[in-house]
């Protein structure tokens, strides 16, 4: 072949070669998820782009220590959820015994249990057993945004290794049961999402929730305004509840009442503690671990998100005052949920004829921060 026709052919796949990187690049900075042909387990895939090293799981996740607490994650597997998951799992003061999928929040339940297990997995922790349940709630018709949803399911586009492990073949009710029963009266639950899952476990049989430790629920907001109202998109008109409580209020005043001792860590505590770009900052420069890692890369999907200054640590900060008490001040008093259908559907307001719940009023930001970034990066905890 000619040199000049080869030469000049070089140049020309140079100069495309450029313009793709730096459309990619410009997309990128302008907001625009960018995706690239790729594979995953042998298969063709779209992935996205960036030249980010693949993720690989933890190969030296931490041991767990005698007497650590045994704990049930029920999540509904939004991004935060994510951090919160991986926070726990990088205790070795932590044992996590079971997870299970709220499909009525922000995941579905096939994403949100294929995620879940991927994300035990990254952790070095692939024989946790993961369950889904209802799908719809247990009263009502509430919903999560469906560009919420879309976005988790597809684990904002991110690609960690796939678990082997099969689901369980039990539905989230029973794997709650069971694992409450195996721990013999210790077992500690975290609530991440909609309480439907505790709910139906605590119908089936009521002596269950007598039989838990305590749950530390994030939902509600007491003397702040909720912000179900603050998403454009849904036109729903109300200032007064929280996301988690709003999609199945019936589930959470069901769970209230149901006996179990329940702290409350509301929108008051969160949003005292902002998930914002100069935390973004430190992330970046302070992630040695795959979980660390997978958390920078979550946020930066969500980067928009995190320069709004209205995203906080609302599942992370919940997950951690859970196993560290100290970052949070507390207050009983009675509750209720607001379960008719109203502006303020959803709400949960204080009522002596409600049921005596603990609430979480006040966090410890920098704390929790330093905390949260340690833990992370699996570095020892004194």
């Known amino acids: 072949m000619n040199r000049k026709i080869v030469k000049t052919a070089l140049i020309v796949l140079a100069a495309a070669a450029i313009v793709i990187i730096a459309g990619g690049a410009l997309l990128s900075m302008l907001g625009v ?8 387990n042998g298969r063709m895939a779209l992935e996205p782009c960036g030249g980010e090293a693949p993720l690989t799981a933890d190969t030296n996740p931490p041991q767990i220590a005698a007497g650590a607490q045994p704990i049930l994650i029920d999540t509904d597997m939004a991004v935060d959820d994510w951090l919160a998951i991986l926070y726990l799992l990088q205790r070795p003061d932590v044992d996590v015994r079971a997870i299970t999928v709220a499909g009525t929040g922000e995941a579905h339940c096939g994403p949100g249990v294929k995620n879940a297990l991927d994300l035990v997995a990254l952790a070095g922790r692939p024989e946790i ?3 889904c349940g209802h799908e719809t709630p247990l009263q009502g018709n509430h919903v999560f945004p469906q560009s919420w949803r879309d976005n988790v399911d597809r684990l904002a586009g991110l690609s960690i290794p796939a678990n082997p492990t099969q689901p369980q073949g039990e539905d989230a009710a029973a794997l709650i049961t069971g694992a409450v029963r195996d ?3 210790d077992l500690l639950i975290i609530t991440l999402g909609p309480l ?9 049989d009521p002596a269950v929730a007598r039989e838990v430790k305590e749950i530390f629920v994030m939902g509600g907001a ?8 603050m998403v454009p998109e849904t036109g729903i008109e109300n200032d007064r509840a929280e996301w988690n409580i709003y999609v199945d209020p019936y589930a959470a005043s069901q769970v209230l009442a149901s006996g179990a001792p329940v702290t409350l860590v509301p929108l008051d505590a969160t949003n005292q503690v902002v998930l914002d770009k100069a935390f973004y900052d430190r992330l970046e420069v302070d992630r040695a671990s795959p979980e660390a890692e997978f958390v920078y890369r979550a946020l930066t999907q969500n980067i928009g998100f995190v320069n709004s200054g209205l995203y906080y640590f609302w599942d992370p900060l919940t997950a951690a005052i859970a196993v560290d008490q100290g970052l949070g001040s507390f207050a009983s008093q009675p509750v209720l949920v607001i379960e008719e259908e109203g502006p303020e559907v959803g709400a949960v307001r204080a009522d002596e004829s409600g049921s005596l719940v603990r609430i979480t009023m006040a966090a410890e930001e920098e704390r929790f921060k330093q905390e949260f970034l340690d833990v992370l990066n699996g570095r020892v905890m004194e």
């Open 33 to 40: 998820e960018v995706f690239c042909l790729g594979s995953e």
């Open 129 to 131: 057993p993961v369950a």
């Open 183 to 185: 721990a013999g009266g």
């Open 196 to 204: 439907t899952n505790l709910a139906q476990a605590f119908a089936e």
């Open 222 to 229: 007491m003397s702040v305004p909720g912000n179900v109202g």
